[in-house]
């Protein structure tokens, strides 16, 4: 089979991932351009803009047995791999071509977690070695690979990932039965976390941020609480909603704790489709607006202040769909409003609707100059007055909805790195 034929093949089943002979690779991307594949190709976004991934796996086969996912063991469908050189030159042919700048590789467990792992690194220690590619890499990691593997996966990627799926082991059992949430997948996160710890203070002391003290380290505290986000390794997992009939409690109460615990970068949320040919081919679809509300939740987890229990769950623990869970924890807590714009404190802020964490930094400053005098001021710093009035009074006095200019919608922006 031909290279573009297996890449088709390989880019389809990576969808259901969340993000993104030199002869016989030219050829391949002349056939990816002439197929119009190139419009399969991820973008994906990035601070500042997207970048064009190609997204794909290694090997669509896989001996695990995952309800949901369409490559499984027990599916019926054409088995394709690549090579770590036949990836690794493809991909560059389609980097030389303007096709891609990054890569997001995944791949079929094919014997054991180590063995695929390997051939996953293998790819990306190609691309930086012998290829001399200085992009973006995200490399899959597989549930249950060894410390080692996952250090020599750090060694070669930007990012990477290990998809949970589901939020314990009750759930994780209902949709992957093979897989095993508390002896693979959570110290498949914790070697994670130990090596993006270890490159962070690598990362700070090179920068000189850190110092080695004895055993331990000297640590300036006013430039930490300033630092920008690391441009370093970063690490994130997906879950599949709605597909073993867990709360969105159960999922933000586990995503909460890998915040803490285990260092991870984001998590990503991915509404359940059944795919024909799955276990789950008969099984209802998760509503994207669920997913929308998980991804909003998360927001208000990372750079709100919130915490799980304060979240506006219903009696079953979901939240509510229809209005974003900031709107309905302000409507539930009549007693904190309206703030004073002029003197609240930055938490006080960060809870109201229609005021996001950059808007609440150009507050607080342009308060020092005393430049907030009307709601123009207010929209002109980036509050979205349609939101945010009912719950706020500037000077006193309430604030209109009204300005002399349109206001934005209301949007979140997910970042790749
Ligand atoms: S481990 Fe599960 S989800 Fe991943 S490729 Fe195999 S069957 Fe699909």
Known sequence: MEAAEKLSILIRDAAFECEGGRSVAARAVQELKAQR???????????????????????????????????????????????????ARLFIAMHKAGLVNGLFLSSGVVRDADTTQELINDTAKLLRTRYGFRGYIHLKVMPGASPEAIKEASR??????????APNEMRLKKIAPDKNFQTELIPTLQHIAQIVDLKRVEWLERSGLVKRYGKGWLVDLDDLTTLPRLPILSSTTQFVVGAAGESDREILQTVARL????????AYFSAFRPICG????????????????????????????????????????????????????????????????????????????????????????????????????????????????????????????????????????????
Not at 37 to 66: D, F, M, W
Not at 156 to 165: M, T
Not at 259 to 266: D, H, M, S, T, V
């Open 37 to 87: 594949l190139q419009e399969s190709i991820y973008h994906a976004k990035v601070r500042g803009g997207t970048i064009p991934l190609l997204k794909t796996l290694l090997t669509n086969a896989c001996i695990k047995n995952c309800a949901y996912c369409p490559i499984a063991a027990y599916c019926d469908h054409q088995v394709v791999s690549f090579k770590p050189d036949e990836m």
């Open 156 to 165: 070669w990627a930007n990012r990477i990932s290990v998809n949970l799926e």
């Open 259 to 266: 915040y803490r615990q285990a260092q991870l970068g984001r």
């Open 278 to 417: 799955t276990r789950m081919e008969n099984a209802p679809s998760e509503s994207t607006v669920r997913e929308r509300r998980l991804y909003q939740a998360d927001f208000l987890l990372r750079q709100y202040g919130f915490e799980v229990p304060e979240l506006p769950f219903d009696a079953n623990g979901q939240l509510p769909l229809d209005k974003d869970p900031k709107l309905a924890w302000a409507l539930q807590h009549p007693e904190h409003f309206p703030i004073e714009v002029t003197t609240a404190e930055r938490e006080e802020l960060l809870r109201v609707p229609g005021i996001g964490p950059e808007t609440v930094g150009k507050l607080l400053a342009a308060r020092k100059k005393g430049a907030i005098l009307t709601a123009n001021d207010l929209h002109r710093l980036g509050v979205i007055l349609k939101r945010a009035a009912p719950f706020i009074t500037l000077h006193g006095k309430p604030v209109s909805k009204e300005v002399s200019v349109k206001e934005p919608e209301a949007t979140e922006q997910l970042r790749l790195l």
